[in-house]
Structures are given as structure tokens and as C-alpha cells.
DNA sequence: AACGTGTTCAACCACATGGTTGACAACGAT
DNA sequence: ATCGTTGTCAACCATGTGGTTGAACACGTT
């Protein structure tokens, strides 16, 4: 569930163009055609983007009039920084145990108290 | 330049199976074949995703005899939590402003979205 | 030298994705 | 009621991606 969440939300962010309208919609929500409007494509083309993005959990659409202003749902963020500082933890626990594995193996080391 | 390895970087860890390999490499270096051996496909395909995630800098193989160890590079981490955590903080301002504002507006106005 | 192991390369297939255009639905304005 | 605007849906096309299998390369072993 979780999985399949965040393989959706990276995938989503994969793509310059909706990294970019993340970026536009942290500052204020936008309309799609607000929103279509800097770049060279169809407005069906920015449509579908935000499906993607709201696919992923990241954006919300409501309803106002004919126009359905985007809103930016920015919970979704922690999943990603959760997973990403899970991994870096691990990693970085790793290299300090090969840094103290190193610091063991030094042959020409006195001998002090081993580190623990 | 970053704006493209971001969007690799994304993508690569937008594949749940990258995603555990990733897991994995956080806690030791491994080969092909280790890195395969849980799941039900070729070596092959293995070897293409370790390709993908070393496009994006995630991974880096070295060369041990006939095998190829391969090394999380966790440093690119960093690159995916700045990105993240810039709009995150945009976001977080902006909600902090636009309740300033509501506090500001009497309650008895009805909530009208505000032109920008 | 010959063989087996580990890994990659190449060609291929199925499917997802981003783009297009055209039609349609919903709503505000005339 | 009709028209213009906003946005989505559907069909289509080109390209990318993940999977396969078969061949080749690199290295260790016999």
C-alpha cells in the first residue's frame, strides 16, 4: 500500500515539468490553465499531468465555478523524506562501522583502550 | 544539470524492486547475482536496473575479479531532500501566511477564494 | 588450453507514458 | 437560449521501459 504509494509519488516527481508545477503550487494554488500557461504544450497535455500528480496524493483538485484551482498537499513530502532517511541512516551507520573496522585494523596502532 | 539527475534519480526510485535494492545496498555492498537472487527474474534484468540506478548516481560498481560489487552512494540523497524540504518549507509558509490572514479576516466573512 | 562462472550486450516484445487533436460537459455571461 | 471559457475524456501516435532469450566478454579454475 505505502509501497505503491511511493513508487507513485517518485515516479510523479520523475518529470521536470510536474517537479515544476510542485514548485509553482508551494507558492499558490493555480488553475490548470493558470498553470499550462508557461509551458509549449496542450492544456489536455497539463490535465494529464496533474492526474499523475494527484494520483500520487500530491496535489488535491476541487471545484469552484468552471474552474478547478490545484492545491499542493504537501503531507505526501514525509513519506518521501522517511523513506529517503531511513536508507541514509542505514548507510551512514555503515560507514561508521567500516570507519571503526578500519581504525581496528590499524597495524601500526598503540595499545590504547580499542574504541567500542 | 541537477534539474536532470533529480529526475533520474526520481525515476530510478520510482521501482519498488530498485527501491529494495537500494534497502538492501544500505547495508552491504553486494554482486549481481547477490542482489538477484530474491527475485524472480533474470540476471539480465537486474543488471539493466543496476544501470538505471547508476545513471542516476545512486549506485556504483567496481571491478573485484569477475564480479562487480556494487556500492550505495548515499551522498545523492541529499540532492533529493533539498529538493524536497525547499517546497516543503515554501509550503509551510505559505499555510503559516494564509492563517495570519484568516485570523486576520473577521470570522463572519465566508471564505472566498482569493484572487492573486 | 578448455571450461565454468559472473556480467553485460543485442534484439525483441508488451505495455506504460507524454504528446497530439477532436468532441463533449459544465458553468458564466450575453 | 446561445456563446465562450475551462477542463476532461477518448482515440491515436511515438517513444521509453521492464521483461525475455541468446550470444559474447572477462576472469578464475582445472
Redesign the interface.
Known amino acids: 500500500m505505502t509501497?505503491?504509494e511511493?513508487?507513485?509519488v517518485?515516479?510523479a516527481?520523475?518529470?521536470?515539468r510536474r517537479?515544476d508545477m510542485?514548485?509553482r503550487l508551494?507558492?499558490?494554488?493555480a488553475t490548470v490553465n493558470e498553470l499550462a500557461a508557461p509551458y509549449d504544450v496542450s492544456v489536455q497535455a497539463i490535465s494529464k499531468h496533474l492526474r499523475v500528480l494527484e494520483d500520487a496524493g500530491l496535489v488535491s483538485r476541487s471545484k469552484?465555478g468552471q474552474r478547478r484551482?490545484v492545491h499542493?498537499e504537501?503531507g505526501v513530502?514525509d513519506l518521501?523524506?522517511k523513506?529517503?532517511?531511513r536508507?541514509?541512516r542505514?548507510?551512514?551507520d555503515?560507514f561508521r562501522r567500516l570507519d571503526a573496522v578500519l581504525e581496528q585494523m590499524e597495524p601500526a596502532a598503540e595499545r590504547r583502550g580499542a574504541a567500542s
Open positions: 509501497e505503491d511511493l513508487s507513485r517518485f515516479a516527481l520523475a518529470d521536470p517537479r510542485v514548485a508551494a507558492i499558490r494554488d469552484d484551482p499542493l504537501a513530502f518521501m523524506t523513506w529517503i532517511e536508507y541514509r542505514e548507510a551512514e555503515r
